[in-house]
């Protein structure tokens, strides 16, 4: 007779525990997946794939524009924001009927409810005890706001993907990649802008050349950006809001929208009672297995603070079957992992911004801005930004910022690249792919003179 009920618990499921729990029970584990909300999580339901859809769907207000260029007249284009909405509502619900149908196909139990950890090997669901040999906290993250006054009447980005109509005008509090995301849509589907930011600029931890341009941009097409601003307080102002400024103007808009990070979605599930050490912010703190402080309880995925992608999550649920399930110890290796902000312009990058890569030594940059070829038509103000950071005493290209069209895609290529350790000698012997943006990447040549 079997000493538990089954041999993994997942709770969470998300891209991360989908993949390692349909991986161990395809290599013969007894597994079963715990989930509160809806199958995909985060990504698939509330983030990367809906946020997508939209901005496919806002983009193409540029797109009507641009195509007078090119000799289309289409007429006066209208929107339908409900619309929009249904279809990427279908869109989801197909996804989450694929989830459930790969669980299932690998022997995979599904069981709706909130999970809580009871002990090390024993997980309570809606006042029944599940047990199991290992326990894998695969929860994500979670909007997290200040506490300021008024803070209850904002949306996060998890409203922002289902409202009942799109906005006049909106208010935006954040400056990373989730604040910038929406900025873009909101501004091309036609609605009045502001973000506002406690720093100097947007998107922290990016190269500074790709955060300034990205700036600028948004500035051209209308989006205001207000710089080293906090707001106060919010209060319910006629049809809108009002938002008091420290040392400054209110603002007022129709809706407040607030992107201000996302914290590890840990609380609740027993993981303190049971013995699971966390750090301040709430994540899983674990060892390079992805193991906890209890021998029996593992985390992977945003509710480990590591790196809070998608496709990391898939990556660290892959490594943690392959090694407790397959006999195939495997390790995440989390250097020069490509990734991509779909704002308008979008940007791809891979490996070290010029800052990070100035603190290890000597640095070679080259850098190109560009009026893409559609807009020679188009008419359209927009600049494609390109940059390579080479460490100089190996020639080796340790990072690459691409601001464009066509940045998330080239990022995933030039992720390769990278991981191959290719020197900026191989990238210039490379024939570039004529007429492209990207032959810019093998064209430059001028190193940017070194005022550091």
Known sequence: MAKFDFDLITLGAGSGGVRASRLAGGYGAR?????????????????????????????????FEDARGFGWDVGKPSFDWSKLIANKNIELDRLEGIYG??????????????GTIADHHTVDVGGKSYTAERILVACGGWPSMPDIPGIEHVITSNEALDLPSLPKSIVIVGGGYIAVEFAGIFNALGADVTVIIRAGTILRGFDDDVRETLAAEMEKKGITICRETVVRSIEKSGAGYSLR????????????????????????LGLEEAGVELAKNGSVIVNEWN?????????????????????????????????NYNNNPIKVDYADIPSAVFSTPPIGTVGLTEEQARENGPVDIY????????????GRDEVTLMKLVVEQKTDQVIGCHLLGAEGPELAQVLGVALKCGATKAQFDATIGVHPTAAEELVTMREKRPDHK
């Open 101 to 114: 149908r790969i669980l299932r196909d690998s022997n995979v139990e599904i069981i709706e409810g909130h």
């Open 367 to 378: 850098i190109s801005r560009f009026k893409p070829m559609k807009h020679t038509l188009s």
């Open 291 to 323: 193991q906890s402080s209890v021998e029996s309880i593992y985390a992977l995925g945003d509710c480990t603070d590591r790196v809070q992608l998608t496709p990391v999550a898939i990556a660290e649920g892959r490594a943690f079957s392959e090694t």
């Open 31 to 63: 597994v079963a997946v715990i989930e509160e909300s809806r199958l995909g999580g985060t990504c698939v339901m509330r983030g990367c794939v809906p946020k997508k859809l939209l901005v496919y769907g806002a983009h193409f207000a540029e797109d």
């Open 245 to 268: 400024i420290a040392g400054g103007e209110d603002l007022n808009a129709e809706l407040v929208m607030y992107a201000t990070g996302r914290s590890p979605n840990t609380r609740n």
